[in-house]
DNA sequence: AATCGGGGGCTTTTT
DNA sequence: GCCCCCGATT
């Protein structure tokens, strides 16, 4: 099997490595992926070691699907055995498999972001805390931030400061209260396998001696905790490969650690460190642009260059909008004159609420676009309440499950009535679910609260016994049905209900889809539904192949690439960020940002800034990004401002214009100045003029009864 | 139980 | 300027 075939010198290095520790510093667009996949063919086929042998972590489920798919076509034998997965989908499989030694309920369930902040909410509210002084996003952020650093609560040092105290208490009784739920977090997935591991040294030795080779993508990425989970899982024999960059580190904020790539190096020597350099993406100029940019960063590990073999290519365009309508009227209109297919363009900004006028720019010249973000399909409320039910199928005490659909569709079990079964809960110290029914038995309850009460249960109870057999899709649909919500959603006053009902439709289509898929999981199909609900919440419903431009944030376009890229907001205070200014390290991160937006661009790469946007209700005048300003002149093109630019009349509707027989967006022809497209208009008859952006020569105003221009339409 | 409106707030986001 | 959350109102 020729695996280094069609590699360069420094990716066979890395695919040929010896079984010891290897560092990768593997730059952008330098053919990562590729490398991984054909290192664990390469062990497999070069050293004899079986799949089960081999551990592969990335970043994103996206990824490790990615990983898989190539593994697939790249080995031709089952990849079925081998782990390939997240960190979190990593450490759940051994929590699963392990859960009476982690002293977990066999079917415990998995908390995402949103299920934690009610958690949180409950919590405060049982202990008498206002939000107001307790914001909950705040005590979100202190919980997993100590988790994320492997800190338990009684372990989190106090302050001399009165509020660390409080948030402790808050720590621990939210740590009880997912107990008693039977439920954990995502940082508690990785803290408690943490723990299992390291408290259980003949588990460890186990795993040790099982995985002879790790694989670790996205190492820049990894927290404290995973650092410490990849040190537990291997001894001196492991075959240990990461990879990294890390000047695409552009998560520190959430606990990622560029500091491991050093750590690495020196925890465990000795590491064989290779660098990949070799761009296989974009033209040279986008590169040295981009080589420059990163440039002025301090600390970088590799001090890496990439560099390409192949073209030059175009000059890096920036372009100084009047304004940020102006900004977006740009690049909808550079995205017309462009002839590669709209689904190779992207428009991608600092920030979500950016998206808006681009949104509006596009939708002016039917261009049609998709953001990527947003709500993801497993993340809806209403699917969460569907799967709520099939939790308390599963298991009556999930008192998250319980508290979430008690009442949802309403049924008339209020909040006096909740409050009577919360309190028997905790004088008992049981489930909710059993608080309930000893509610009922001692009849203490109103009548009309009682028959509610009894209702529930009745109906859950039921469901239980009339979904035992049924398969999956079955089961969700009969569930959707009996429990009222496909009504509750049927009354339809708004079209927002009608979308809902959809999307519970589409639930059940996803556990049919969900059943047909073969799975390498030893886990019911129930359990394991519910796991990739949590853990793989995935893009809302890909609406496939219809073409279109991609638009989202600079964070989300890591690991992607584009033939044209637009980058929009290149203004201080939005570019970096006005809250990232003050600290040095976080002014760093900005900069790489910028150096991953930039390194997904092929071939075309268009800067632009507003003089001034219209940000939260206020005008700003910011200056230009001092990132435009770290790119070297003669790899730059500027366009320049038009004289006078034209005004909108409102954001909504197009701008009004005289009629001159011209319209904005119209492509036109002229002899010297060739293609080019009409950006604005200004006076009429003999006066009227147009201003062209040419594809070659930027833009110009032009008098119209003396330009000849020629009218192209397609 | 649903709806309306006042008030605060406001990067980035995967699991 | 817009959105989300909460509280009050019907």
Same mark, same amino acid.
């Given at each position: 099997?020729?695996?280094?075939?069609?590699?360069?010198q420094?990716?066979?290095?890395?695919?040929?490595?010896?079984?010891?520790?290897?560092?990768?510093?593997?730059?952008?667009?330098?053919?990562?992926?590729?490398?991984?996949?054909? #290192?664990?063919?390469w062990?497999?086929?070069?050293?004899?070691?079986?799949?089960?042998?081999?551990?592969?972590?990335?970043?994103?489920?996206?990824?490790?699907?990615?990983?898989?798919?190539?593994?697939?076509?790249?080995?031709?034998?089952?990849?079925?055995?081998?782990?390939?997965?997240?960190?979190?989908?990593?450490?759940?499989?051994?929590?699963?498999?392990?859960?009476?030694?982690?002293?977990?309920?066999?079917?415990?369930?998995?908390l995402?972001?949103?299920?934690?902040?009610?958690?949180?909410?409950?919590?405060?509210?049982?202990?008498?805390?206002?939000?107001?002084?307790?914001p909950?996003?705040?005590?979100?952020?202190?919980?997993?931030?100590?988790?994320?650093?492997?800190?338990?609560?009684?372990?989190?040092?106090?302050?001399a400061?009165?509020?660390?105290?409080?948030l402790?208490?808050?720590?621990?009784?939210?740590?009880?209260?997912?107990?008693q739920?039977?439920?954990?977090?995502?940082?508690?997935?990785?803290?408690?396998?943490? +723990?299992?591991?390291?408290?259980d040294?003949?588990?460890?030795?186990?795993?040790?001696?099982?995985?002879?080779?790790?694989?670790?993508?996205?190492?820049?990425?990894?927290?404290a905790?995973?650092?410490?989970?990849?040190?537990?899982?291997?001894?001196?024999?492991?075959?240990?490969?990461?990879?990294?960059?890390?000047?695409?580190?552009?998560?520190?904020?959430?606990?990622?650690?560029?500091?491991?790539?050093?750590?690495?190096?020196?925890?465990?020597?000795?590491?064989?460190?290779?660098?990949?350099e *070799?761009?296989?993406?974009?033209?040279?100029?986008?590169?040295?642009?981009?080589?420059?940019?990163?440039?002025?960063?301090?600390?970088?590990?590799?001090e890496?260059?990439?560099?390409?073999?192949?073209?030059?290519?175009?000059?890096?365009?920036?372009?100084?909008?009047?304004?940020?309508?102006?900004?977006?009227?740009?690049?909808?209109?550079?995205?017309?004159?462009?002839?590669?297919?709209?689904?190779?363009?992207?428009?991608?900004?600092?920030?979500?609420? *950016?998206?808006?006028?681009?949104?509006?720019?596009?939708?002016?010249?039917?261009?049609?676009?998709?953001?990527?973000?947003?709500? #993801?399909?497993?993340?809806?409320?209403?699917?969460?309440?569907a799967?709520?039910?099939?939790?308390?199928?599963?298991?009556?005490?999930?008192?998250?499950?319980?508290?979430?659909?008690?009442?949802?569709?309403?049924?008339?079990?209020?909040?006096?009535?909740?409050?009577?079964?919360?309190?028997?809960?905790?004088?008992?110290?049981?489930?909710l679910?059993?608080?309930?029914?000893?509610?009922?038995?001692?009849?203490?309850?109103?009548?009309?609260?009682?028959?509610?009460?009894?209702?529930?249960?009745?109906?859950?109870?039921?469901?239980?016994?009339?979904?035992?057999?049924?398969?999956?899709?079955?089961?969700?649909? +009969?569930?959707? *049905?009996?429990?009222?919500?496909?009504?509750?959603?049927?009354?339809?006053?708004?079209?927002?209900?009608?979308?809902?009902?959809?999307?519970?439709?589409?639930?059940?289509?996803?556990?049919?889809?969900?059943?047909a898929?073969?799975?390498?999981?030893?886990?019911?199909l129930?359990?394991?539904?519910?796991?990739?609900?949590?853990?793989?919440?995935?893009?809302?419903?890909?609406?496939?192949?219809?073409?279109?431009?991609?638009?989202?944030?600079?964070?989300?376009?890591?690991?992607?690439?584009f033939?044209?890229?637009?980058?929009?907001?290149?203004?201080? +205070?939005?570019?970096?960020?006005?809250?990232?200014?003050?600290?040095?390290?976080?002014?760093?991160?900005?900069? #790489?940002l910028?150096?991953?937006?930039?390194?997904?661009?092929?071939?075309?790469?268009?800067?632009?800034?507003? +003089?001034?946007?219209?940000?939260?209700?206020?005008?700003?005048?910011? #200056?230009?990004?001092?990132?435009?300003?770290?790119?070297?002149?003669?790899?730059?093109?500027h366009?320049?401002?038009?004289?006078?630019?034209?005004?909108?009349?409102?954001?909504?509707?197009?701008?009004?214009q005289?009629?001159?027989?011209?319209?904005?967006? *119209?492509?036109?022809?002229?002899?010297?100045?060739?293609?080019?497209?009409?950006?604005?208009?200004?006076?009429y008859?003999?006066?009227?003029?147009?201003?062209?952006?040419?594809?070659?020569?930027?833009?110009?105003?032009?008098?119209?009864a003396?330009?000849?221009?020629t009218?192209?339409?397609?």
């Open positions: 099997m020729m695996l280094l075939e069609g590699l360069n420094k990716q066979q290095q890395a695919v040929s490595a010896s079984l010891g520790r290897t560092l990768v510093l593997a730059g952008a667009g330098s053919g990562k992926t590729r490398v991984l996949v054909s #290192r664990i063919a062990l497999i086929h070069h050293h004899q070691l079986s799949p089960y042998g081999i551990l592969a972590v990335t970043f994103t489920n996206k990824a490790a699907g990615e990983m898989k798919e190539r593994l697939n076509a790249l080995l031709k034998i089952s990849v079925l055995g081998m782990w390939v997965g997240t960190f979190h989908g990593i450490c759940h499989k051994l929590l699963r498999r392990h859960y009476k030694q982690a002293k977990l309920p066999e079917q415990f369930q998995i995402d972001s949103d299920d934690q902040a009610r958690m949180i909410k409950r919590v405060l509210a049982a202990l008498n805390l206002n939000t107001e002084q307790w909950i996003k705040q005590v979100q952020h202190f919980i997993n931030n100590k988790k994320d650093s492997g800190l338990r609560a009684h372990k989190v040092p106090t302050s400061y009165g509020p660390t105290q409080t402790i208490q808050i720590y621990q009784a939210y740590e009880l209260s997912c107990q739920a039977g439920v954990i977090d995502f940082a508690e997935i990785l803290l408690k396998t943490y +723990e299992l591991l390291r408290d040294p003949e588990l460890q030795a186990h795993y040790q001696t099982r995985f002879q080779a790790i694989l670790v993508d996205e190492f820049q990425d990894t927290n905790i995973q650092y410490a989970l990849i040190r537990l899982l291997t001894n001196s024999h492991t075959a240990l490969m990461v990879v990294g960059d890390d000047d695409q580190s552009i998560y520190g904020w959430r606990g990622a650690k560029v500091e491991n790539i050093q750590q690495f190096a020196t925890d465990f020597a000795p590491v064989a460190i290779m660098h990949l *070799q761009n296989y993406r974009s033209t040279a100029n986008i590169l040295d642009a981009a080589n420059a940019l990163i440039g002025h960063n301090e600390d970088r590990v590799g890496k260059k990439l560099w390409t073999a192949g073209d030059t290519g175009e000059k890096v365009t920036i372009y100084a909008a009047a304004n940020e309508l102006d900004e977006a009227r740009f690049v909808a209109q550079r995205i017309k004159m462009q002839t590669l297919p709209l689904n190779e363009m992207a428009i991608l900004y600092r920030s979500n609420a *950016q998206s808006r006028v681009i949104e509006e720019a596009l939708l002016r010249l039917h261009i049609p676009y998709r953001i990527h973000g947003g709500v #993801r399909f497993f993340e809806r409320a209403e699917i969460k309440d799967l709520a039910y099939l939790r308390l199928i599963l298991r009556v005490s999930d008192n998250d499950a319980f508290e979430r659909v008690v009442n949802v569709p309403p049924r008339g079990i209020g909040e006096k009535t909740q409050d009577e079964i919360r309190a028997r809960a905790k004088a008992h110290a049981c489930s679910w059993q608080a309930a029914e000893t509610l009922l038995d001692e009849q203490v309850l109103s009548r009309r609260a009682a028959s509610a009460l009894k209702q529930f249960l009745d109906l859950i109870n039921d469901l239980q016994k009339r979904t035992l057999h049924n398969d999956l899709a079955d089961q969700m649909h +009969e569930i959707i *049905q009996q429990s009222g919500l496909q009504q509750h959603f049927t009354k339809a006053k708004h079209d927002t209900a009608l979308s809902k009902l959809d999307n519970l439709q589409e639930l059940v289509n996803a556990a049919k889809q969900f059943q898929e073969p799975r390498d999981e030893d886990l019911p129930l359990t394991a539904f519910l796991a990739h609900a949590s853990l793989e919440a995935g893009e809302s419903q890909a609406l496939v192949d219809e073409a279109h431009v991609h638009l989202m944030t600079l964070h989300a376009a890591k690991g992607l690439e033939g044209v890229v637009f980058l929009v907001g290149m203004e201080e +205070e939005v570019f970096p960020s006005k809250l990232s200014l003050e600290e040095p390290k976080r002014l760093a991160e900005e900069r #790489r910028c150096y991953v937006g930039i390194t997904r661009a092929m071939t075309k790469l268009f800067l632009s800034y507003a +003089e001034v946007r219209r940000l939260y209700g206020k005008e700003h005048y910011h #200056r230009p990004s001092r990132f435009l300003k770290e790119l070297p002149d003669e790899l730059t093109h366009l320049k401002l038009a004289p006078k630019p034209f005004k909108f009349k409102s954001s909504a509707a197009p701008a009004l005289p009629d001159i027989g011209v319209a904005i967006g *119209q492509k036109v022809r002229h002899v010297t100045f060739g293609l080019g497209i009409v950006l604005a208009t200004e006076g008859g003999a006066h009227a003029r147009v201003q062209v952006s040419f594809e070659q020569a930027g833009a110009k105003w032009l008098v119209l003396y330009a000849n221009l009218y192209i339409n397609d």
